[in-house]
T-cell receptor
Framework: EAQVTQNPRYLITVTGKKLTVTCSQNMNHEYMSWYRQDPGLGLRQIYYSMNVEVTDKGDVPEGYKVSRKEKRNFPLILESPSPNQTSLYFC??????????FGEGSWLTVV | AQSVTQLGSHVSVSEGALVLLRCNYSSSVPPYLFWYVQYPNQGLQLLLKYTSAATLVKGINGFEAEFKKSETSFHLTKPSAHMSDAAEYFCAVSEGTSYDKVIFGPGTSLSVIP
């Protein structure tokens, strides 16, 4: 079964405490992305990766980092989280025809 | 550059009534077009997509969408709403080449009234 798995699903953290959201896909896709979803703004791309060791900024990259050391994994790193990063985050894997497969989402609250 | 607009951030229909969710796009090249659905507390899943084959596209759960180039529209319809259709719906567009960036609209929340 095609799957994108992200963890944790729910997280409350404090301002400035580094955190990592992991993401893994089992479809052998080269293209992976991170999105954040905020009310009224839809989904905005944070970072994307076209292949191993190839990453690039999306529309809202400030405050985030990513890495792509293996094809299946694409973690999202918040080095110093701030309250404006409170959001719902989705990892996504993109296949042929640009069909996107999403993870179930990670609810992040920064207090 | 592509963009997507969805008319109506919230739509309410009665159970059994027609569902019509509007999507207009802009693209300088022939696009791929998508509708995704997000049920409460879940990720997004593909409902249907258009990739330049038939202009009327059928998706899951009885939904369909028609690509109208002259109107730059890709509206989503379902003849008879069911309570289980209550969800957030996102229209999206990409260029008609693989591995291109997908741009999402702001979403339309559908409520179904019993």
């Amino acid at each position: 079964e095609a799957q994108v798995t992200q963890n944790p699903r729910y997280l409350i953290t404090v301002t400035g405490k580094k955190l990592t959201v992991t993401c893994s896909q089992n479809m052998n896709h080269e293209y992976m992305s991170w999105y954040r979803q905020d009310p009224g703004l839809g989904l905005r791309q944070i970072y994307y990766s076209m292949n191993v060791e190839v990453t690039d900024k999306g529309d809202v990259p400030e405050g985030y980092k990513v890495s792509r050391k293996e094809k299946r994994n694409f973690p999202l790193i918040l080095e110093s989280p701030s309250p404006n990063q409170t959001s719902l985050y989705f990892c996504a894997s993109q296949g042929a025809g640009n069909t996107i497969y999403f993870g179930e989402g990670s609810w992040l609250t920064v207090v | 550059a592509q963009s997507v607009t969805q008319l109506g951030s919230h739509v309410s229909v009665s159970e059994g009534a027609l569902v019509l969710l509007r999507c207009n796009y802009s693209s300088s090249v022939p696009p791929y077009l998508f509708w995704y659905v997000q049920y409460p507390n879940q990720g997004l899943q593909l409902l249907l997509k258009y990739t330049s084959a038939a202009t009327l596209v059928k998706g899951i759960n009885g939904f369909e969408a028609e690509f109208k180039k002259s109107e730059t529209s890709f509206h989503l319809t379902k003849p008879s709403a069911h309570m289980s259709d209550a969800a957030e719906y996102f229209c999206a567009v990409s260029e008609g080449t693989s591995y291109d960036k997908v741009i999402f609209g702001p979403g339309t929340s559908l409520s179904v009234i019993p």
